[in-house]
């Protein structure tokens, strides 16, 4: 069983940054795929990003692809998404999420979520 907890999300203005950070409570953290995902208000849940094991293999939806970067620290079971060049359509709860293949896209595919945490970006 893993437990996720995200923390970093927040009120930015436009072309702003955010930092979100996932933390697990997994001692065989280093083996599971992670990614993050965001639902906004009467949206499908959708994907965002994801990296694998060692985190040398990295794949991002167009719609953040060159602004959000997806990070992890073994070390610290931590998992981290930096958004930069925020737009107002970046506006969801942001979720991450373990246990998918590498590359995966797909939220079924994933065993464990976190809580989520809200990221309102103001125009």
């Known amino acids: 069983q893993v437990q996720l907890v995200e923390a970093g999300g927040g009120l930015v203005q436009a072309g702003g940054s955010l930092r979100l950070s996932c933390s697990a409570s997994a001692r065989t953290f280093s083996r599971y795929t992670l990614g993050w995902f965001r639902q906004a208000p009467g949206k499908e849940r959708e994907f965002v990003a994801t990296?694998?094991?060692?985190?040398?293999?990295?794949y991002y939806s167009d719609s953040v692809k060159g602004r959000f970067a997806i990070s992890r620290d073994n070390a610290k079971n931590t998992v981290y998404l930096q958004m930069n060049s925020l737009k107002p359509e970046d506006t969801a709860v942001y979720y991450c999420?373990?246990?998918?293949?590498?590359?995966?896209?797909?939220?079924?595919?994933?065993?464990?979520w976190g809580q989520g945490t809200q990221v309102t970006v103001s125009s």
């Open positions: 990296i694998s094991w060692f985190g040398d293999n990295t």
């Open positions: 999420a373990a246990g998918g293949k590498v590359r995966s896209v797909v939220a079924d595919q994933y065993n464990y």
